[in-house]
T-cell receptor, first 112, second 114 residues
Framework: EPEVTQTPSHQVTQMGQEVILRCVPI?????FYWYRQILGQKVEFLVS????????KSEIFDDQFSVERPDGSNFTLKIRSTKLEDSAMYFC??????????FGSGTRLTVV | DAKTTQPPSMDCAEGRAANLPCNHS???????VYWYRQIHSQGPQYIIH???NNETNEMASLIITEDRKSSTLILPHATLRDTAVYYC???????????????FGRGTQLTVWP
């Protein structure tokens, strides 16, 4: 069964450093998303991406965040200057049409 | 914000049916009901969705009341691996829509015991 692949599975970074989280969505999917889940909290929407541009973003997705689909297969989330409160599980998801999203297994980001 | 209400926890014996309720009294006519689950800290997994008719797939059945204000997800023969948080989500499903934000609430922690 096709799956969304995320790397790395766990990343530790120092506060103020830049991090790039990587995702390979399912190849024929057209819509791409990033969500995050702080430990013990709800899953929160960050951003959606379609046709090579952001289609919707949440209030969490401020200027420190950016997304890119650099080569038609990878979908990346960059955090420019990490803060302690950015520590969370980050989930990439994709969908083709109307049906359910397929989520990746996540990247656990720990900011120290 | 999440537009659904679910009990925070339920349990079920292995092999029995698990019936997870969800209230969505403010659902509009063009909103669908989706169910996802999250096992431990893994990514959410799509289970099933429906508009007004009952739906069944290899994972579960979805029963939506006639007034569409509530629904029930049924896992017919729960196993230990079905222990997870189950989320009921309502969202628009429009032709060509680029929107797709899912609002996750707290969900229901289902514990299946041996």
């Amino acid at each position: 069964e096709p799956e969304v692949t995320q790397t790395p599975s766990h990343q530790v970074t120092q506060m103020g450093q830049e991090v790039i989280l990587r995702c390979v969505p399912i190849s024929n999917h057209l819509y791409f998303y990033w969500y995050r889940q702080i430990l013990g909290q709800k899953v929160e929407f960050l951003v959606s991406f379609y046709n090579n541009e952001i289609s919707e973003k949440s209030e969490i997705f401020d200027d420190q965040f950016s997304v890119e689909r650099p080569d038609g297969s990878n979908f990346t989330l960059k955090i420019r200057s990490t803060k302690l409160e950015d520590s969370a599980m980050y989930f990439c998801a994709s969908r083709e049409g109307f049906d359910g999203y397929t989520f990746g297994s996540g990247t656990r980001l720990t900011v120290v | 914000d999440a537009k659904t209400t679910q009990p925070p926890s339920m349990d079920c014996a292995e092999g029995r049916a698990a019936n997870l309720p969800c209230n969505h009294s403010t659902i509009s006519g063009n909103e669908y009901v989706y169910w996802y689950r999250q096992i431990h800290s893994q990514g959410p997994q799509y289970i099933i969705h429906g508009l007004k008719n009952n739906e069944t797939n290899e994972m579960a059945s979805l029963i939506i009341t006639e007034d569409r204000k509530s629904s029930t997800l049924i896992l017919p023969h729960a196993t230990l691996r079905d222990t997870a948080v189950y989320y009921c989500i309502v969202r628009l499903r429009e032709v060509g829509s680029t929107l797709g934000r899912l609002y996750f609430g707290r969900g229901t922690q289902l514990t299946v015991w041996p």
